[in-house]
């Protein structure tokens, strides 16, 4: 038999300890996502952080990001950390590899989209917008599925002094896979969040055989299931060293973002 609370102040106390501990529980159960640095930082030409896979990992399994001198495009699937190179090949990164800009979440789906038609990136952006519904906060996003037309891109590791992501832009490398089973990894991000993040979806690809991939300017997904985590918290850590401090985020971006994501 469970023995009653005899004294008030203890079991006022007691209350609040379960209160606060439960409190503590579901704020580390609710999905997060953590961010280093800021899209305005790169675009600015900052390509050099100091936060290494290591510690990223730590923070999530999936994701989203680049690698220091801009070496490539990250795609973090299932706690394994993938660079997709200029040359179209993809390898594992070590944990002593560091990133100037990533997105992770440790990924709980909590709703499933599937497709079952043919759905252009713009037509699928769309269908995935309605099925959401709250577009004022974040969604982690995996789709598998079967996709043709896929463009992808990576950029070759930049030397110093860094150019500004827009004009780096302009010597990516491009390569095209016609049909291809694949995962595509994607962060959707709320328009107030600009300068942080790109505003909208963010999609990097990777295929099924992991031999190939980059950041998404085009594909069809012939069909396919989505996995969605919405994402309430996010935690922002901004790097420390002069080049982040030296980078100029004063100015307006959205005209250089559209230019480097290619749309």
């Not at 190939?212 to 996010?234: D, F, P």
Request: hydrophobic share 40%; proline share 5%.
């Amino acid at each position: 038999m469970r023995r009653a609370c005899t004294r008030p102040a203890a079991c006022l106390l007691l209350a609040v300890a379960i209160a606060f501990a439960a409190g503590r529980a579901s704020a580390q159960a609710a999905p997060s996502l953590y961010i280093y640095s800021t899209i305005d930082a790169l675009l600015a030409g900052t390509y050099d952080g100091d936060l290494t896979m290591r510690e990223l990992g730590a923070k999530g399994d999936l994701g989203i990001g680049t690698f220091n001198r801009l070496d490539g495009e990250m795609i973090a699937l299932d706690g394994v950390f993938y660079q997709a190179r200029a040359d179209g090949s993809v390898v594992v990164v070590g944990p002593q590899e560091r990133t100037p800009l990533a997105y992770v979440t440790r990924f709980h789906p909590s709703q499933t989209i599937n497709v079952e038609t043919p759905l252009s990136l713009d037509v699928l952006e769309k269908r995935l917008d309605g099925r959401l519904g709250n577009l004022n906060v974040f969604y982690a996003i995996r789709i598998e599925g079967e996709f043709r037309g896929v463009s992808v891109r990576a950029m070759v590791p930049q030397v110093k002094p860094y150019k500004a992501l827009a004009e780096v832009v302009k010597t990516q490398s491009i390569h095209n896979y016609p049909t291809t089973p694949g995962i595509l990894i994607g962060i959707r991000s709320p328009a107030f969040s600009r300068g942080i993040s790109v505003p909208g979806y963010h999609w990097h690809f990777l295929t099924q055989d992991r031999q190939h991939g980059g950041h998404v300017l085009n594909l069809t997904l012939v069909e396919g299931s989505a996995q969605v985590e919405k994402i309430l918290r996010v935690e922002l850590q901004l790097p420390g060293n002069q080049a982040f401090a030296h980078a100029d985020q004063n100015k307006d971006r959205t005209d250089e973002t559209r230019k480097v994501e290619g749309r």
